[in-house]
Every structure is written in C-alpha cells, then in structure tokens.
C-alpha cells in the first residue's frame, strides 16, 4: 500500500465542474492498493499517517499531528502508485489491487480515519479528476507499507 501524503492549506477534488470533495487545513492523501494489502496493512499505513507529526507548533517545529490541529483529510483512491515504468514507455498497472478489493480497502480506510479525524472527504473514481490545492510548506511524504 502506498500513500502520497501533501500537509496543504486547503485542497479540493472535482470533476465535470461539481467539487466532490474539499477541506481546508490538514492533509490531501492519493491512495495506492497493491493486490498483496489487508486490512491489517491499511491499519498500519492509517495509523502511521495519522500520527505522523508534520504540522508545526508555536516555535515553528513540525512537533503536532492531524488531530492536534484539527485538521481534515482528503482521501483519493490512486491506482497508477503502483505504475510500473521499468520496461518501454507505457506504464504496468498489474501490481496495482485488483477494482473490487482495492475499492473494499479503500472504503476501509475512509471507515478507520473517520473514526479519528473530524472531517474526512472522499472521492469516488472518475476518469477525469481535477486537483486544487494549495501546498503548506510544501510538505510531501511518500508511505510505503512495505518499508513499515
């Protein structure tokens, strides 16, 4: 499992003119399923994100995370993580979850982070997504679970 973790100051999703999702501080995450995750890979990527400390405190240190601040999560299914570019130029998806069961870890996972953060947004996929965001920092992090 991967995920693309960006600390913005707002982000949003839409698609054909409609926003399907917004939030204002906090964390705008592209979502990777590999045909290998579990659950229990999905509760240590989510427990990881949600403790990672990379918001900063009043001496300007990244000591506080999601909850500390109050902060919301836009979450995005994203299957081309999982590109693989290695041979010719037009990228592999066959590591990437099989549709069915990576949309069931997906919506696992809107399901543990809602338990925790205040405000979670998600996107259904659609063909033709268009991001906005405004990045705080910027501040990127990639989570591998296969580094975890």
């Given at each position: 499992m991967r995920f693309v973790i960006q600390r913005v100051a707002h982000a949003s999703v839409s698609a054909d003119g409609r926003v399907l999702g917004k939030?204002?501080?906090?964390?705008?995450v592209l979502i990777g399923v590999s045909d290998e995750d579990t659950k229990e890979t999905a509760d240590k990527m989510v427990r990881k994100m949600l403790g990672l400390r990379i918001f900063e405190d009043e001496?300007?240190?990244t000591n506080l995370n999601l909850h500390t601040v109050n902060g919301g999560l836009l979450l995005i299914s994203q299957f081309t993580l999982y590109a693989d570019c290695r041979k010719g130029n037009r990228p592999s998806f066959i590591h990437a979850g099989e549709p069915d069961m990576a949309c069931?870890?997906?919506?696992?996972?809107?399901?543990?982070?809602?338990k925790?953060?205040?405000?979670?947004?998600q996107v259904e996929f659609v063909a033709d997504l268009k991001r906005e965001l405004l990045n705080d920092g910027p501040f990127t992090i990639v989570l591998d679970s296969a580094e975890l």
């Open positions: 939030i204002g501080r906090g964390l705008m001496n300007g240190k069931g870890l997906y919506e696992y996972i809107l399901a543990e982070c809602r925790q953060a205040p405000v979670v947004e």
